[in-house]
T-cell receptor, first 114, second 114 residues
């Protein structure tokens, strides 16, 4: 069973640029959630995708957008990067077959905005 | 609004001693509660969850948690700490208004000394 993978591991961008982060869900999982973890903070929910549709969104502006593909992998896109977007971005997958929807996390992508 | 609070930024214990990491929650209805652990430069690893049933939940690596409805608490415990338990611990609650997303506390750093 393959776990959740994320790419890239690290990246550095400048303010105003755009970035795309990628996530492959665990085998058999059809739900992907994205979280932002700023330094010294707990993860904050950005949004969730279920069967290619957005299934919930946290308190993040529209410049944070996402996609889920037919194979249930997912992308997080952030436009017009700001310095405060520097954080660890975590992807988590889960399955509707798990009635309590335990989430399995990937290792994260560390984004630095200069 | 739903939330979890971890009142301690850091907990220090000696190896072999019992440990407790505190968590309180605020939700409407019955809570779904989780504990995750994060090691440096790693994603979150699931430890245990409370959905319903026995108030004492047993999880991975010898950890357990006690659900107390009257005190709205879900403290993480281990009878005998190991140096390898040193990590960042997060309590989380299911966000019923956003799919199966999780609301995390700010985290507690556990330091176990030899």
């Amino acid at each position: 069973e393959t776990g959740v993978t994320q790419s890239p591991t690290h990246l550095i961008k400048t303010r105003g640029q755009q970035v795309t982060l990628r996530c492959s869900s665990q085998s058999g999982h059809n739900t992907v959630s994205w979280y932002q973890q700023a330094l010294g903070q707990g993860p904050q929910f950005i949004f969730q995708y279920y069967r290619e549709e957005e299934n919930g969104r946290g308190n993040f502006p529209p410049r944070f957008s996402g996609l889920q593909f037919p194979n249930y992998s997912s992308e997080l896109n952030v436009n017009a990067l700001e310095l405060d977007d520097s954080a660890l971005y975590l992807c988590a997958s889960s399955s509707e077959r798990d009635s309590y929807n335990e989430q399995f996390f990937g290792p994260g992508t560390r984004l630095t905005v200069l | 609004a739903q939330s979890v609070a971890q009142p301690e930024d850091q907990v220090n214990v000696a190896e072999g001693n019992p440990l407790t990491v505190k968590c309180t929650y605020s939700v409407s209805g019955n809570p779904y509660l989780f504990w995750y652990v994060q090691y440096p430069n790693r994603g979150l690893q699931f430890l245990l969850k409370y959905i319903t049933g026995d108030n004492l939940v047993k999880g991975s690596y010898g950890f357990e948690a006690e659900f107390n409805k009257s005190q709205t608490s879900f403290h993480l415990k281990k009878p005998s700490a190991l140096v390898s338990d040193s990590a960042l611990y997060f309590c989380a609650v299911r966000d019923r208004q956003a799919g199966t997303a999780l609301i995390f506390g700010k985290g507690t750093t556990l330091s176990v000394s030899s």
